[in-house]
């Protein structure tokens, strides 16, 4: 059962839509609203140099929640790089976010989508 705030396996798609994915780790942001089974997903990354400060969320062996979340290496979760993608592109739980670490990610991406354009 997909849950927010999981880290699960999925096909995430790449971002010049060409239909290409790419299995990967990604965080459980939120159920869209809706009979469908829909879920908007941040994209998780090994390749900590790609974080952007004051945005994405970085974590590290030595954070309390880090093995909790089932990742074998320091990663970035990419608030920037969100997809919407139905439960059956999800292909299974490898662990969980802690709820203060999933907030932090929901303010995260709510501050930067209400920011105007300069």
């Keep these: 059962m997909i849950e927010e ?10 971002a010049d839509g060409g239909g ?6 990604g965080a459980i942001v939120r159920k869209l609203p809706g009979d469908y089974d829909d879920w ?4 998780v990354s090994s390749q900590l140099d790609q974080a ?3 945005l994405d969320e970085t974590l590290a062996e030595t954070d309390d929640d880090f ?3 089932g990742l074998k290496a320091p990663s970035v979760i990419r608030v920037s790089r969100v997809a919407v993608c139905h439960g059956s592109s999800l292909l299974g739980a490898i662990g969980r976010l802690s709820g203060t670490r999933l907030d932090r990610i929901r303010d995260s991406l709510a501050r930067w989508i209400s920011v105007p354009k300069q």
């Design 52 to 54: 952007i400060e004051g």
């Design 20 to 25: 290409l994915t790419k299995v990967r780790p």
């Design 40 to 43: 908007l997903v941040c994209m």
């Design 67 to 69: 093995l909790a979340t």
């Design 5 to 14: 705030g999981q880290i699960v396996l999925l096909r995430f798609p790449y």
